[in-house]
């Protein structure tokens, strides 16, 4: 409104009712905002008040523009400020004005507020009187900002997240610290989860460190589904490590046979329902337990032991899990729960009523003359019998001195037994069509660890020499091997042209995921600061590559996914914020 002199009023300095329906005394702090934007606009008089006197035509028009003194309307509103904060000042020295607040004292504190060079301590006070009275309502979980950075301390959040579960995603609360035992595990198959813990790992020290881990409750909370394990680890440094161990889930083939055999007896069931789990029932063709080397974890942690401490303290605290309830084993292969106890419900039922209506009424005693005196006949052959479920473990082979070496015997034997088992059951050798490496490249990948012995460098050496190749082109080839197979070895060695479609969308996906804009060639997306490659294969899934900074040294590493950000998971170097 216009003041009588012909100059604008403010409404904040003059106290009339502005618009939201507030009267004098009450001001809003968009309005306080508002009036400290105004005001360097206006002449200052020596006392530091604008004059109302000064017609608003001369005001300059441009807000870049230059007061009539050659001062910048920013640096007055600057000094206004610092002038607010000495105003507040001074009243709190005097003594606390009653139902004040921070916002109305710095309003009244900015309507009498003029030039002046004030230090940067007190520019730095108005900034925290200002952030608490506009400051809008908040989580009270949310941690408190810094007034000078304006930048909230980050806090590794947890995995626990129990909103969110359900019957394909359980998250089970941290556990307490515990004594040192000699069994970590209580069960039978929780003793053979750590038995495959153990028998895999290929460092003891590790084993013990993450044992300690453990035992001590550095494990955060775990989430489980369907083929992975997450907990976060709080190991040495203060920010804890993300950690995931996974597990191969099952196929339709495989839940149809462990069904089978879970209704083939009532038992089986009430063990379940009770917790517990039935030897018989682990041991009914489906690998439904782990074995050495099935385990495969992943961290954040720069170590690359397999396991590493932290990855060793999931998998010990995954066994106590394991121990209060098997089901969180059969989540781990792909299914819940209640999913389970459903399916097992209707194919009980179907079973008894097929029986039901199979079964014959009850003969009478004695048998009948005609067919006492009826000519006999042979039954027919019997058809053959099925192939075996799997090709079972070769007999042991002694040791003698100066003989071949019996776990190299051992394994050859396993090998023709495995092909000879495919050719039973399929009447197809795929092995015999794999060309002389890729023969090698299999044969050195079946075999546990990764050239640490004596024994595997020698192997390695051979079946380098008798390919023509080195052998860290062996080792090369066989982590391609053993991330995806055939279809591997293939993405680690032929780069190719893919058409357009699922390639040209990858790079989107990962820019929608907060990474960065990878660099394509032919068929593969570099991140641009190097150390971690994404690959595409023939099969249409995405593998993952690792090097070392500022080399063209390739790895494979993780697990092909369809997805190339789920490709990504588990590598410490593809998220541009790690939670």
């Known amino acids: 409104m216009a003041s009588a002199g012909g100059g604008v009023t403010d409404p904040v300095s003059s106290g009339e009712v502005v618009e939201g329906g507030r009267g004098s005394g009450e001001v809003r702090p968009g309005d306080a905002v508002r009036a400290a934007l105004r005001r360097p606009a206006d002449p200052v008089s020596a006392d530091g008040h604008s004059d109302e006197s000064v017609d608003s035509t001369s005001r300059p028009t441009d807000p870049a523009a230059e007061t009539a003194d050659g001062v910048r309307p920013g640096d007055l509103a600057r000094e206004a400020l610092r002038a607010a904060r000495a105003q507040v000042r001074s009243g709190e020295a005097s003594g606390p004005r009653v139902g004040r607040t921070p916002a109305e004292r710095a309003v009244d504190a900015v309507a009498r507020a003029g030039a002046g060079d004030v230090s940067r301590e007190r520019a730095r006070a108005v900034r925290q009187v200002l952030a608490g009275a506009f400051r809008m309502p908040s989580d009270a979980s949310e941690p408190e900002p810094d007034v000078e950075s304006g930048v909230a301390a980050h806090v590794p959040r947890s995995m626990a997240a129990p909103a969110r579960d359900g019957d394909h995603r359980r998250t089970f609360a941290a556990f307490a610290p515990r004594p040192a035992a000699s069994r970590f595990a209580e069960t039978w198959w929780g003793n053979a989860w750590v038995a495959a813990l153990e028998e895999g790992a290929l460092d003891a020290k590790r084993l013990a460190r993450g044992r300690s881990y ?4 550095s494990v955060d909370a775990i989430t489980v589904t369907p083929g992975l394990v997450l907990a976060y680890v709080r190991g040495s440094r203060p920010r804890p490590y993300r950690v ?6 099952f196929g339709a083939d495989d839940w149809e046979r462990f069904l089978d055999a879970a209704v083939e007896r009532p038992a089986h069931i009430a063990a379940l329902l009770d917790k517990e789990m039935p030897e018989s029932l682990a041991e009914c063709g489906v690998p439904l337990l782990p074995g050495p080397g099935d385990l495969d974890p992943h961290c954040t942690c720069p170590d690359r032991g397999h396991p590493c401490k932290h990855a060793a303290a999931l998998c010990y605290q995954t066994a106590r899990l394991l121990d209060a309830d098997p089901f969180v084993l059969l989540l781990l292969r792909g299914r819940g729960e209640r999913e389970l106890l459903d399916a097992l419900s209707r194919r009980n039922a179907t079973r008894a009523a097929r029986a039901a209506q199979e079964q014959d009424p009850a003969p009478l005693p004695g048998v009948r003359a005609t067919e006492a005196l009826a000519a006999r006949r042979l039954p027919p052959l019997p058809p053959p019998l099925p192939a075996p479920a799997h090709p079972e473990q070769p007999p042991a082979y002694p040791s003698a001195p100066g003989g071949p070496d019996a776990f190299q015997l051992d394994q050859l034997a396993t090998d023709a037994a495995a092909r000879a088992h495919a050719l039973l059951a399929t009447g197809h050798d795929e092995i015999g069509e794999l060309t002389l ?8 990948a079946v075999r546990p660890g990764s050239g640490l012995t004596a024994a595997t460098r020698s192997l390695y050496a051979s079946l380098a020499s008798a390919a023509g190749r080195t052998p860290a082109d062996l080792a090369r080839a066989v982590a391609a091997w053993r991330q ?6 293939t993405v680690l060695e032929e780069p ?9 969308r990858a790079r989107p996906l990962l820019l929608a995921a907060d990474l960065p804009a990878f660099r394509p060639w ?3 997306l570099t991140h641009p600061r190097g150390g971690l490659q994404l690959r595409f294969g023939r099969d249409g899934l995405w593998y993952a590559y690792e090097s070392e900074p500022d080399r063209d040294d390739w790895w494979p590493r993780g697990t092909p996914d369809p997805d190339p950000v789920g490709a990504l998971t588990g590598l410490g170097g593809g998220d541009s914020e790690e939670p």
Not at 437 to 444: G, N, T
Not at 496 to 504: K, N, Q
């Open 437 to 444: 490496w890729q023969d090698a490249v299999r044969l050195a």
């Open 522 to 524: 032919r068929n593969h």
């Open 484 to 489: 995806g197979g055939p279809d591997g070895l």
């Open 214 to 217: 453990a035992e001590q409750g």
């Open 244 to 249: 995931q161990v996974r597990l191969r889930t």
């Open 496 to 504: 190719w042209d893919p058409p357009a479609g699922r390639f040209d």
